[in-house]
Nanobody, 118 residues
Framework: QVQLVESGGGLVQAGGSLRLSCAAS????????MGWYRQAPGKERELVAT???????NYANSVKGRFTISTDNAKNTVYLQMNSLKPEDTAVYYC????????????WGQGTQVTVSS
C-alpha cells in the first residue's frame, strides 16, 4: 500500500506562485513514476507533470516553462512549483504514484484545490 498526502493548494492571483507537496509513505520501491494531474470542473483529469524513479521529467505543454516538478527522495516527497499562474490553471490537483515493476499498481492522493483569480 502507498499513501499520498498533498498540501499547498490555495487561492492566488494570476501571475502568482504556489508550491504543492505530496508526501508518500508505504511501499515505495521499484520502477515507478510520481506526478501531478489536475481536473477542472466539467473536464477530464489531465497530466500536469511527472518524474520517474530514474529522474526523467515530463510536462504538459500548457505548463512548460512555468511549472517545475522535483523530488526529495530522502523524504519520499514530490513537489510542484507553479509560477506565473493563470486562471486556466484552476483545478483540483492530484498526486499519483504509479509503479511499473515489480507488482504494477497505482495510487492517488485526495487532491488539493488550486484557484487562480484574474
Amino acid at each position: 500500500q502507498v499513501q499520498l498526502v498533498e498540501s499547498g493548494g490555495g487561492l492566488v492571483q494570476a501571475g502568482g506562485s504556489l508550491r504543492l507537496s505530496c508526501a508518500a509513505s508505504g511501499s515505495i520501491f521499484g520502477i515507478y513514476t510520481m506526478g501531478w494531474y489536475r481536473q477542472a470542473p466539467g473536464k477530464e483529469r489531465e497530466l500536469v507533470a511527472t518524474v520517474t524513479s530514474a529522474g526523467s521529467t515530463n510536462y504538459a505543454n500548457s505548463v512548460k516553462g512555468r511549472f517545475t516538478i522535483s523530488t526529495d527522495n530522502a523524504k519520499n516527497t514530490v513537489y510542484l512549483q507553479m509560477n506565473s499562474l493563470k486562471p486556466e490553471d484552476t483545478a483540483v490537483y492530484y498526486c499519483s504514484y504509479q509503479r511499473r515493476l515489480p507488482a504494477p499498481n497505482s495510487y492517488w492522493g485526495q487532491g488539493t484545490q488550486v484557484t487562480v483569480s484574474s
